[in-house]
């Protein structure tokens, strides 16, 4: 399948810093990338659809202002959690469905190695 | 809107005992549905879906999946289990059309040595 990487792995950070996430599609292009957030021992909700060269669609309830997503290219988007509070700690991970290269037209979605936030 | 139902919370098996995942699932069309397998602090590995065609669907690692339209079901199977089969298992559908994804609760499977 595809191969999607994110980095950091893990950052801790203190309360009031932003913390910027990016998400790579290292084998193929796609227009379409989402953010998920997961807490411990629950499902993933989605945050966010995130579109190149357009403006994010948010879930109804995330905050668009304090996660800002930037889909600059075809191969990387980013996720900008501005103002970290505590309860913004999570385990975030991006997918990607893919239009072009490896993995494109199999309606499947290929996700990252996802981002451990820890806001002291 | 589409939602997926996994009803257990944690499936214990023994070691080369059949596994079993169980999935139910809500679309207003056509569904799309995937099986995807997490370990710990990673992100979700694809296992298997169903778009269309055979309603038994072969995917990595011995896993399969049977499409059932009229329980509007898509459970997980393996005949024989591995203790690295443990893990948390994750089921999802999306509608024909719609490429957002919305995934159950999760499964805990413990594979038992």
């Known amino acids: 399948g595809a191969v999607v990487s994110q980095h950091p792995s893990w950052v801790i950070c203190k309360s009031g810093t932003s913390v910027k996430i990016e998400c790579r599609s290292l084998?193929?292009?796609?227009?379409?990338m989402f953010w998920y957030r997961q807490f411990p021992k629950q499902s993933l909700m989605l945050m966010a659809t995130s579109n190149e060269g357009s403006k994010a669609t948010y879930e109804q309830g995330v905050e668009k202002d304090k996660f800002l997503i930037n889909h600059a290219s075809l191969t990387l988007s980013t996720l900008t959690v501005t103002s970290a509070h505590p309860e913004d700690s999570s385990f975030y991970i991006c997918s990607v469905s893919p239009t072009s290269g490896r993995g494109s037209g199999t309606d499947t979605q290929y996700f990252g190695p996802g981002t451990r936030l820890t806001v002291l | 809107a589409q939602s997926v139902a996994q009803p257990e919370d944690q499936v214990n098996v023994a070691e080369g005992n059949p596994l079993t995942v169980k999935c139910t699932y809500s679309v207003s069309g056509n569904p799309y549905l995937f099986w995807y397998v997490q370990y710990p602090n990673r992100g979700l590995q694809f296992l298997l879906k169903y778009i269309t065609g055979d309603n038994l669907v072969k995917g990595s690692y011995g896993f399969e999946a049977e499409f059932n339209k009229s329980q509007t079901s898509f459970h997980l199977k393996k005949p024989s289990a591995l203790v690295s089969d443990s893990a948390l298992y994750f089921c999802a559908v999306r509608d024909y059309g719609n490429n957002r994804l919305a995934f159950g609760k999760g499964n805990q499977v413990v594979v038992i040595p």
């Open positions: 084998d193929f292009q796609a227009t379409t």
